[in-house]
């Protein structure tokens, strides 16, 4: 299956800095392009025509996104506006709505400079990532029916085109990744397998106690990890004895999303910086290779703040801070993860060395004992 065969417009992926411009949120709701696949694609296509001989002055925004959409697998169909025809929005969607044809997403721009992208009655607007409906979009007053329309054209996919990986450097360094609703559904997760459930269960503890052991560590964000991995401890080996349970999945559902509130309050540290080399060169699951190391990088973090020492004794109900080392360390291998480097292709001597390196990367130094 390709990705230009859904039926529904695409999320839009908003992996650049600044406002979100209404043409390219439209491309990008009808391709599933990254934003910034989408705006470089675009300044391409107008360098392009401007260079094209017959062309003169500015290159318009329906010629420059009529090229970008080709460029992008996507042909016109039917042509609801241009020059000749300038429908309002209530003209235009009647049109389209007496002829769609199947899987023909509209692009549609007003004079305003404001477009939209439509498939069915799905809406994609610069306002939300998500599509939304036309009914919400007018309800709120970001689509009025009577605006005058520039350009409209459905375009279908002809050729499969791959999505460009988004910005990650940005998607991870700036705070746009906040969705607009969780859906937890223990339900959806009764099925995960025994591999991946320890994984993902291992992966919220490492969002717990790295956003503990952070300098940016606040209250909020305290009270969620301490919660958070109370329960995953309780609960995640009560979970792999009885995976169909609902209410243990739930449990753990709910502190995997406590987790995630609190490192988004603080981002991850140490365990992770140090996982993603692990990852890359060996394979090991993602929830394995930021949790292997914990035991270690808390007796790192131990004795550097009383109230995180504090903390850490509570979470493991021990009074000694060697304790709740040890207590993680049996708590790990009890799920069958080891804890010695050696297993994920580090031996001993490097050790050292890696914590070095990770302490002086950009999560390394959330690191509480990185000062
Ligand atoms: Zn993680």
Redesign the pocket.
């Known amino acids: 299956m390709t990705t230009t065969s859904t039926r529904t417009l695409r999320p839009i992926i908003r992996d650049r800095a600044g406002t979100v411009e209404p043409i390219p949120a439209a491309i990008a709701a009808i391709t599933g392009q990254p934003l910034t696949a989408v705006v470089r694609m675009l300044s391409q296509c107008i360098a392009a025509l401007k260079g094209m001989s017959g062309v003169q002055g500015e290159v318009s925004p329906e010629d420059a996104s009529h090229v970008a959409l080709h460029r992008f697998g996507y042909e016109p169909h039917r042509l609801y506006a241009d020059q000749n025809r300038h429908p309002v929005v209530g003209e235009l969607l009647g049109a389209y709505a007496r002829s769609p044809g199947p899987c023909e997403r509209l692009l549609a721009i007003c004079e305003s400079g404001l477009a939209f992208a439509f498939l069915g009655d799905q809406v994609g607007a610069w306002t939300s990532s998500a599509p939304t409906t036309l009914r919400a979009l007018v309800g709120e007053g970001t689509l009025e029916l009577d605006a005058p329309v520039r350009f409209a054209m459905t375009v279908k996919a002809h050729r499969p085109t791959p999505i460009a990986a988004p910005d990650h450097k940005f998607l991870e360094t700036v705070a746009i990744t906040w969705p607009e609703a969780a859906i937890v559904d223990a339900d959806l997760m009764l099925s995960l397998p025994h591999a991946a459930t320890v994984a993902s269960g291992l ?1 919220a503890l ?2 717990a106690l790295e956003s503990l052991w952070n300098v940016h560590r606040n209250p909020v964000s305290t009270s969620l990890a301490v919660s958070a991995a109370r329960a995953i401890i309780h609960t995640l080996p009560q979970l792999l004895v009885q995976p169909d349970r609902p209410v243990l999945r739930e449990r753990l559902a709910t502190a995997a999303l406590q987790a995630g509130l609190a490192f988004s309050n603080t981002r ?1 540290a140490l365990a ?1 910086s140090l ?1 993603y080399d692990i990852t890359l060169k060996h394979g090991t699951p ?2 394995i290779a ?1 949790s292997f190391s914990l035991p270690r990088i808390m007796q790192l973090a131990a004795g550097r703040d009383p109230e995180l020492d504090e903390l850490l004794l509570t979470i493991f109900e021990v009074s000694h801070i060697d304790d709740a080392v040890a207590s993680l360390s049996a708590f790990l291998e009890g799920l069958g993860v080891s804890v010695d480097p050696l297993t994920y292709g580090i031996p001993e001597a490097d050790w050292n060395e890696r914590i070095a390196q990770a302490l002086a990367g950009a999560r390394g130094r959330n690191f509480i004992a990185a000062t």
């Open positions: 992966d490492s969002h991850t992770h996982s993602h929830g930021c």
